[in-house]
Structure formats: structure tokens, C-alpha cells
């Protein structure tokens, strides 16, 4: 059964850290493309992060620019997102997701089939 699950959210003050981890279950992360997507109340989803699964080539969204890395461990079947500096505006449910199909290089305009649960993250003083 496939399955993610992300952990790693919490309350943080504006300039604080977190890392979001997103871990796989059932198959094999090394050989897929994985997003992460967050959506906050009353907005649509966005992508926020990508990590492609052949070269480890990454894509951010210009929000997260410079603030936000994303990584992979494939011996732990585990991507993480680091989020640095972050503003009262990253304040959203988080997802990580992915399918076989999925790719980074349209990972913004493409409905991948497997998501996690989400966790939240919320930056507030």
C-alpha cells in the first residue's frame, strides 16, 4: 500500500525553523519525483518544492526562494523541506505527493495522485 506521511509541523515565531519530513511507504522514493504543496485557509493549493528523482535537481516557489530547501535521504525513504526565515505568510497545511507520472518540471500544473496527510505549520508571534 502506498503511503506518505509528512511530520514536522508546528508553531514557530516569524524567523524561525522547521523541518517538515515526508516520509514513503510502500515503494521506493529514489525513483520518483516528489513535491511539496501547501495550502493555507481560504487560498488554493500551490506548489511550494520539487526534488527530481534522476539528477536531485531542485525547484522552488519564488515565496520560498532562498528560505526553503528541499532534500532526500533514499536509505531513510524520506524527503525533507527546510524552512528557514519563516514569515507569518508560510502559515498553511503542508503535503507532500507524488505519482509515477509526476514530474518536477510541471509539478506546479499537475494533480499528482499520492498525497500525505499534511501538517501544519503556522508562523506567529
Known amino acids: 500500500q502506498v503511503q506518505l506521511v509528512e511530520s514536522g509541523g508546528g508553531l514557530v515565531q516569524p524567523g524561525g525553523s522547521l523541518r517538515l519530513s515526508c516520509a514513503a511507504s510502500?515503494?521506493?522514493?529514489?525513483?520518483?519525483?516528489i513535491g511539496w504543496f501547501r495550502q493555507a485557509p481560504g487560498k488554493e493549493r500551490e506548489g511550494v518544492s520539487c526534488?527530481?528523482?534522476?539528477?536531485?535537481?531542485?525547484s522552488y516557489a519564488d515565496s520560498v526562494k532562498g528560505r526553503f530547501t528541499i532534500s532526500r535521504d533514499n536509505a531513510k525513504n524520506t524527503v525533507y523541506l527546510q524552512m528557514n526565515s519563516l514569515k507569518p505568510e508560510d502559515t498553511a497545511v503542508y503535503y507532500c505527493?507524488?505519482?509515477?507520472?509526476?514530474?518536477?518540471?510541471?509539478?506546479?500544473?499537475?494533480?499528482?495522485?499520492?498525497w500525505g496527510q499534511g501538517t501544519q505549520v503556522t508562523v506567529s508571534s
Open positions: 526534488i527530481s528523482s534522476s539528477d536531485g535537481s531542485t
Open positions: 505527493a507524488t505519482d509515477p507520472s509526476f514530474r518536477c518540471l510541471y509539478y506546479n500544473d499537475y494533480d499528482p495522485a499520492f
Open positions: 510502500g515503494f521506493t522514493l529514489d525513483f520518483y519525483d
